[in-house]
C-alpha cells in the first residue's frame, strides 16, 4: 500500500471514532436529560401520579410526553410550589384530550 492509501484509512477510521464519540455523548446527554425530567416528576407528582402516568404511558405515549414537558416547564416558572395529585392530574388529562379532541377530521 502506498502511503497515501495508508492516510486515507487512517483519516476514515479517525471520522469513524469522531461519529462515534458524538453518538455516545449524544446518548448519554439523552439519559441525563431522561434521569433530570424523572427526579422533577418526582418532585411535583404524588406516587399515585405518576403511577397513572407510567400506566397511561403504555397507550398514549405522545400524551404524557406532552402534559410532563407542560408539568416540567410549569415547575422551572416557578407555578407549581406542591406535589400534584392523581385527582388533580386525572382533571389536567381531561383538558388535554379535550383540547385534542377538538381536532379531528370527519369526512364530508
Known sequence: MSDKELEEIRRRKLEELKALMEEKKREE???AAEVEKMLILR???TPEARSRLANLRLIR???VAALENY???LYQMGRINRQITDD???RMLARLVKKRRGY???RL
Open 43 to 45: 418532585q411535583i407528582l
Open 71 to 73: 408539568l416540567i416547564s
Open 29 to 31: 446527554e439523552r439519559a
Open 61 to 63: 405515549p405522545q400524551l
Open 88 to 90: 388533580e392530574l386525572k
Open 104 to 106: 379531528r377530521i370527519k
